[in-house]
């Protein structure tokens, strides 16, 4: 079996700031790694993907990953198993899933493993439930 996203579409509301998207429409992921559906709630609120933006030209945060940057902001905010390297795999897993490159993928991977931890920390230290 292989991963695959339940929609094709999706709907957000853009905040004032133009950075933080809400969810108008769930978004569902089935996760071979993980086994089962994830489900990301209307009223979720992502900033899509946390690219620095002297590199959005390259790895634009709205683009072919965008679904599966909102997985991984998901799995991230209610960090998920108490596994930061499992969110990271699905986000892989995810991105490949839509078509993202070699490239992309190994990029994106990298950077979070650079700059990941502060993000994780936040949300573990906010005491949100650990899925």
Request: hydrophobic share 35%; with cysteine; proline share 3%.
């Amino acid at each position: 079996m292989k991963s695959y996203f339940l929609q094709t579409r999706l709907e957000t509301s853009v905040g004032i700031d133009g950075k933080i998207r809400t969810l108008l429409t769930p978004l569902s992921y089935y996760s071979v790694l993980l086994d089962e559906v994830i489900t990301v709630p209307i009223g979720f609120e992502t900033d899509f993907g946390s690219i620095p933006q002297m590199f959005q030209n390259i790895l634009p945060k709205d683009g072919t990953s965008l679904f599966a940057y909102i997985i991984h902001d998901l799995l991230y905010q209610i960090t998920y198993r108490n596994d930061r390297l499992l969110c990271d795999s699905v986000l892989k897993e995810a991105q490949e899933c839509l078509g993202e490159s070699f490239y992309a993928r190994n990029t994106v991977k990298l950077g979070l493993r650079i700059g990941g931890a502060k993000a994780w920390n936040e949300h573990k230290n906010k005491g949100l439930r650990n899925a």
